[in-house]
Nanobody, 117 residues
């Protein structure tokens, strides 16, 4: 009964900042990989950033230097700090989690981020 719930989305002007959070419930076990994906209108879903249980991170080139992913293993949460936002960052952002050697993927319901000009 694992669920991922995102929060923190909203409307912001270009150059502004937002912080997204994702909380996992229904389990006391940590996930090997937690990540953020996004999907713009009429576009394919793409990986934004991911972080391992050990703290190793990856960022898409389009957000590197502007976004920061972090996690709290004790709370089973993952966050995405988004700075210097651009209109092209507008999308629905989804939280993702998977355990090591597991084929089961967990997705959040998504939260809308809209960046205006």
């Amino acid at each position: 009964q694992v669920q991922l719930v995102e929060s923190g989305g909203g409307l912001v002007q270009a150059g502004g900042s937002l912080r997204l959070s994702c909380a996992a419930s229904g389990t006391s076990r940590n996930f090997n990989i937690m990540a953020w994906y996004r999907q713009g209108s009429g576009k394919a879903r793409e990986l934004v950033a991911h972080i391992s249980s050990g703290g190793s991170t990856y960022y898409a080139d389009s957000v590197k230097g502007r976004f920061t992913i972090s996690r709290d293993n004790a709370k089973n949460t993952v966050s995405l700090e988004m700075n210097s936002l651009k209109p092209e960052d507008t999308a629905v952002y989804y939280c993702y989690a998977r355990r090591m050697l597991s084929s089961t993927e967990y997705w959040g319901q998504g939260t809308q981020v809209t960046v205006s000009s």
